[in-house]
């Protein structure tokens, strides 16, 4: 018997999901790479609705405290983005639908660095620079400006030796950095990918856990640090002083890409890449191989929603919440729209299509 296919993007959740989302007021954005989109999930009444975006291999973002800007870090360049609800409530397309656009701003070319994690700080724009195994500055005079490597890296080089990838600020500065190793050879971190994973606090250069299987997407929570073991499926607390790690719960998945808001974390879990050499090197048998978005009601440790794509979306990078944003709208650069949104400090305009 033939099977129906699915449109693009054809997704299935929870019935509770647009419940949740609605009474934190938030939409979530995530990232997939291997699709090359952005993707807007927002509650309406009580179904989901989703926005896809092209990018270029999209993978950290990051949301400034008011929700005024958006950083992403793509292929290879960084993109900022400027929120308008102004111009969102008039967008021609769909007025009064949206209420918030997030507006490309600047492109920094960046060159292929391979940027995982990124976030706005108190003095500029922060990324991990994972091919050069460093934590860079973004701005307009470099393609980056490395800013701090693990003394086990002896230089900086186009070689990604430890996988060096998740970050966490403290007060505006990187202080707490996530990789695979610490290997100073040439992608050494595939020597061993389920063992050697370690944290590292950047302000004295120590190594504050080690042992980890893949860690991804470090978030200090309440002073607690949250970590993703993608080797196993595990979230994990760390302490911070003595390097111990209790295991939260376990999502049977390649965990990676995690946000908080208020009492629960949105967790993003990705298939497995088929004819992967460092996927094949997972014990198979503890995954569901599937792609999705868990809620993780964080005081009692339960998964208490799911959002799951059947097709399109296979590999998650990053999830963030948007709070006190119910239907948040981007756009990018490939197409003329954004071309057409016109602001100044005191107003904004929609440019008039030529007669």
Not at 214 to 234: A, E, F, K, Q
Not at 335 to 354: G, N, Q, R, V, Y
Request: proline share 5%.
């Amino acid at each position: 018997m033939l099977q129906t296919q699915l449109p693009p993007f054809s997704w299935k959740y929870t019935e509770n999901v647009p419940q949740i989302l609605n009474e934190l007021g938030c939409s979530i954005v995530i990232s997939t790479y291997q699709a090359g989109k952005l993707v807007l999930i927002s509650p309406v009444g009580n179904k989901l609705v989703q926005l896809p975006r092209t990018f270029a291999k999209p993978m950290g973002i990051h949301l400034s405290d008011d929700n005024s800007k958006m950083v992403l870090a793509c292929k290879d360049e960084v993109i900022t983005f400027k929120n308008s609800a102004a111009l969102a409530k008039h967008y021609p397309k769909s007025p009064n639908k949206y209420d918030a656009l997030f507006l490309p701003r600047s492109t920094y070319h960046t060159g292929a660095i391979d940027v995982h994690d990124i976030s706005f700080g108190s003095d500029g724009i922060y990324a991990v620079n994972t091919m050069f195994s460093c934590i860079t500055k973004i701005n307009e005079d470099y393609n980056f400006e490395p800013v701090w490597k693990p003394s086990f890296v002896s230089e900086i080089a186009s070689e990604d030796r430890c996988h060096l990838n998740g970050m966490v600020m403290v007060n505006g500065k990187p202080k707490y950095v996530s990789a695979f190793s610490t290997d100073d050879t040439h992608q050494g971190w595939r020597n061993d990918i389920l063992n050697t994973g370690v944290i590292i606090d950047t302000t004295n250069d120590e190594i504050i856990a080690s042992g980890l299987s893949m860690p991804h997407s470090p978030r200090l929570i309440n002073n607690d640090l949250y970590v993703l073991m993608s080797g196993t499926g595990d979230l994990v607390k760390i302490d911070t002083g003595t390097g111990t790690k209790s295991t939260i719960l376990n999502l049977e998945g390649f965990v990676r890409g995690m946000s908080h808001f208020k009492d629960y974390l949105f967790i993003g879990v990705s298939k497995l890449r088929s004819g992967s050499s460092t996927f094949e090197k997972l014990d198979l048998s503890k995954f569901r191989n599937r792609s999705e978005i868990a809620i993780v009601h964080l005081p009692t440790a339960k998964v208490v929603g799911q959002i799951e794509y059947l097709n399109s979306v296979e590999e998650v990078y990053d999830v963030q919440v948007l709070p006190g944003l119910s239907r948040p709208n981007i756009l990018n650069t490939l197409t003329e729209d954004h071309k057409a949104a016109l602001s100044i400090p005191t107003a904004t305009f929609w440019a008039k299509p030529k007669s």
